[in-house]
């Protein structure tokens, strides 16, 4: 093999990334909650919660969501937990806040989105703001969020959450896991009126009630593994504009403090996001070999393969910079950029055999083989 291989197609990739008119490492999609003064009236706002065995964090993401303005309805739906969730919220003491006691998932549905289904029938609100269970919204976010939907006549609008990034696992990982996905759905591209693009995070999403109801509630991506990027596509097919940023003020508190956790959060999805197909794993192999590891290898050599490889990891390190400087890290993270792309390959892999052997998606003590839940 000509040592300029080594080199050659992983310069190219990045070349592209940052020549890109669409600019996906670019951090200017971006939320900040506005300050609301007063307590503003939030009547027409419902906050649907799906927990699963989140005692641990539902207390803080409650009194932060009740913290956000008045009039503002909460509903709970305890997805079976075995930890005393339930427990855990009713002693929060909000007079808004609804729990609702989940019923066995039903086959064909992801455990989020039965959750999320159950919930939907008790909604009357104008707007529903689905919101994981470990996450805190700090003041301001729910007014702003409606703010940024009803003036920019929008139909979704979707916060990619702050993780928590605390350990060295999650400073290698996380951080690169955002980075990833912005360069798999570029947020400008999501945002504009182009529908080849569309995108949304999950663990935080403003949508009008009755475009939801329209394309047929969370029944509509009932098996989803993806729900998240699935609602924005369908919103986005509806003919409705869909936005998603970047934030401080809606912050994950759950922890990926090893490997493993990281690894069983990106296996979940990861083969399922190449629509399950060989073709698209040995692409994105491809890809992914060229644009992590082979750059390193380049280093070994002598000559044009060794400048070319120096020339590509910097400018891998220059396209990662903002992601890091936007969560306050430092940028010496760049130069591990290698080895997180490298083992998020291996993730996609683990990903795929799951899928091929039968076990699935594994998440919180459910797998999911076929969009069968077991």
């Known amino acids: 093999m000509d040592p300029l291989w080594f080199a050659l197609p992983g310069l ?58 008045n009039h503002l309805r909460i509903i709970l739906v305890d997805d079976q937990s075995t930890d005393g969730t339930a427990d855990a919220a009713s002693t929060c003491g909000i007079p808004e806040l609804t729990i609702l006691s989940g019923k066995p998932l039903q086959p064909g549905w992801t455990g989020k989105l039965w959750a999320l ?66 360069l798999l759905y570029p947020f400008s591209l999501s945002n504009s009126g182009w529908r080849g693009i569309a995108a949304a995070a999950g663990g935080c999403i403003l949508i009008r009630t009755d475009i939801l109801l329209r394309i047929g509630g969370f029944a509509a991506l009932r098996s989803a593994l993806i729900d998240d990027c699935t609602l924005a596509r369908k919103v986005k ?14 912050i994950s508190h759950r922890a990926c403090e090893n490997l493993g956790s990281v ?44 400048v070319l490889g120096a020339v590509t990891l910097v400018l891998m390190a220059l396209s990662y910079a903002p992601t890091l400087r936007y969560y306050g890290l430092s940028l010496i993270w760049g130069a591990a950029l290698p080895l997180a792309g490298t083992l998020y390959l291996l993730m996609t892999w683990t990903s795929a055999w799951r899928h091929w052997f039968g076990s699935g998606a594994r998440w919180k003590g459910r797998s999911y083989a076929n969009g069968t839940a077991a």
């Open 237 to 250: 097919d509806a003919g409705h504009r869909t936005w998603i940023g970047l934030t401080h003020t809606a």
């Open 263 to 306: 690894w069983e959060m990106v296996a979940r999805t990861a083969f399922a996001q190449l629509r399950h197909s060989i073709k698209f794993l040995l692409l994105c192999t491809a890809l992914m070999l060229a644009a992590f590891p082979l750059p390193v290898a380049a280093l070994s050599q002598s000559g044009t393969p060794r």
């Open 12 to 69: 190219a990739i990045w070349s592209a990334i940052l020549l890109a008119p669409w600019r996906p490492w670019s951090t200017r999609e971006s939320f900040s909650a506005r300050d609301p003064g007063a307590a503003p009236d939030l009547s027409d706002v419902t906050v649907l919660i799906p927990a699963r065995n989140e005692r641990a964090n539902i207390a803080r993401t409650l009194r932060a969501v009740a913290a956000q303005g």
């Open 117 to 182: 289904e159950q919930g939907l029938q008790h909604v009357e609100s104008k707007l529903l703001l689905q919101l994981d269970a470990d996450i805190e919204l700090l003041p301001g976010t729910i007014a702003g969020l409606r703010a940024q939907l009803v003036e920019q006549n929008l139909g979704l609008v979707s916060l990619m959450a702050r993780l928590r990034m605390d350990s060295g696992w999650e400073r290698l990982l996380l951080p690169a896991f955002i980075f990833f996905f912005r």
